[in-house]
């Protein structure tokens, strides 16, 4: 991570298209520094805020009853299985989910980091790349269970439950 942080990065151009761009080294090292800062950006807001009564979107609400109708069995405290969520099936399912905010949310496509259980810390084996649709379905679950509420108290001190 130490090594993409110190990578210069600029904005992603508003007419760049990821479908047609050559999957240049620089390209990719800018979509990086971009997933590695997001991460970033939210751990710091989870250590200052309580998850539990931070909104991550405008639509916070719609995403969460959205992610209950289409995911009835989504589990927030269980850790993702990765190969399910990525496997033909589930990418479908996430997919037809992630259309919905087309022209809804910004970067709903951009890909972001996500910690694959809500327990733990960013971590190269505690974390997968996926679209920021996901980020933002599971992370409001996360939230609305008060499952990254330990963040925010262990960076004020208070123990882990």
């Known amino acids: 991570m130490d090594e993409i942080t110190k990578m210069s990065s600029g904005p992603v151009p508003k ?10 080294e620089d390209i990719e090292k800018q979509f990086a520094v971009k997933a590695v800062q997001h991460l970033e950006t939210y751990w710091a807001i989870l250590e200052k805020v309580k ?12 995403i969460y009853a959205h992610l209950k109708t289409d995911f009835p069995e989504f589990d927030p405290a269980a850790t993702i299985d990765e190969a399910e969520m990525k496997s033909k099936s589930g990418k479908e399912r996430w997919r037809k989910f992630m259309m919905a905010y087309d022209k809804k949310v910004d970067d709903y496509n ?17 974390t997968i790349f996926v679209p920021r649709m996901q980020f933002y379905a599971v992370e409001i679950a996360r939230n609305r269970a008060g499952l990254n509420d330990w963040i925010y108290e262990k960076a004020h ?3 882990k439950p």
Request: hydrophobic fraction near 30%.
């Open 15 to 24: 007419d760049f298209d990821a479908e047609n761009a050559d999957n240049l």
């Open 51 to 62: 998850g539990s009564s931070l909104r991550l979107t405008k639509m916070d609400d719609d």
């Open 110 to 126: 951009f890909g972001t980091m996500l910690r694959t259980s809500p327990k733990v810390e960013y971590e190269q084996d505690t």
């Open 157 to 159: 001190g208070a123990s």
